[in-house]
């Protein structure tokens, strides 16, 4: 299994601002991605992000406005750019230890206003 | 991506057996079903996943159709806790980043 933690828990932006939002993980893993959750929907995947290489985005998703970090095999970050209140979701990054099963950390709630 | 079908909302009592749809027609044949749930204001949770055969963990069972078109999560019960939404999904053999979520079954249970 994985613990993941993310910070912040939850935060508060003005728009045009932007958000980096950072996920640990208790151990080193290959494969992390980043996932949205907007108010009352189900999750949308982001992206994956590679370590040593440059983030895969999903359709509709593209680096400009969600820049993503992966330094190493314990760590990433997403960035939120220039914010505007569409952008209020639950944001999660998840984890795959092996072929079969996610893990997924407790989310970051951001509202934009 | 193999599209999957699920009822919006589900209502089980406590301590009774619930049995959760999923339909998923357009199945191929290295297509694993997946299921995970998300219980309020957390991450989504893996709960159990196969292939061709039913599958039995702590959790739940995965029932699945001989023509794999269709699949059921059964909880054999239901507890206040188990209170989510819950989705099937689909993903690739050996690849687990495609998981593409649906709208998922909101259970709820009731005491």
């Known amino acids: 299994s994985a613990v993941i933690s993310q910070k912040p828990s939850r935060d508060i932006c003005q728009r045009g601002t932007s958000l980096t939002i950072q996920c640990q993980v208790d151990s080193q893993v290959t494969m992390m991605f980043w996932y949205r959750q907007q108010p009352g929907q189900s999750l949308t995947l982001i992206a994956t992000a590679n370590q040593g290489s440059e983030a895969t985005y999903e359709s509709g998703f593209v680096i400009d406005k969600f820049p993503i970090s992966r330094p190493n095999l314990t760590f990433s970050t997403l960035t939120v750019s220039n914010m505007s209140p569409e952008d209020s979701s639950i944001y999660l990054c998840?984890?795959?230890?092996?072929?079969?099963?996610?893990?997924f950390g407790p989310g970051t709630r951001l509202t934009v206003l | 991506d193999a599209k999957t079908t699920q009822p919006n909302s589900m209502e089980s009592n406590e301590e009774e057996p619930v049995h959760l749809p999923c339909n998923h027609s357009t199945i191929s044949g290295t297509d694993y079903i997946h299921w995970y749930r998300q219980l309020p204001s957390q991450g989504p949770e893996y709960v159990i996943h196969?292939?061709?055969s039913n599958v039995n963990n702590r959790m739940a069972s995965l029932a699945i159709a001989e023509d794999r078109k269709s699949s059921t999560l059964i909880l054999h019960r239901a507890t206040l806790r188990d209170a989510a939404v819950y989705y099937c999904i689909l993903s690739l053999a050996g690849n687990t980043d495609k998981l593409i979520f649906g709208t998922g079954t909101r259970l709820q249970v009731f005491p």
């Open positions: 998840s984890v795959a230890i092996d072929y079969n099963e996610q893990f």
């Open positions: 196969g292939l061709t």
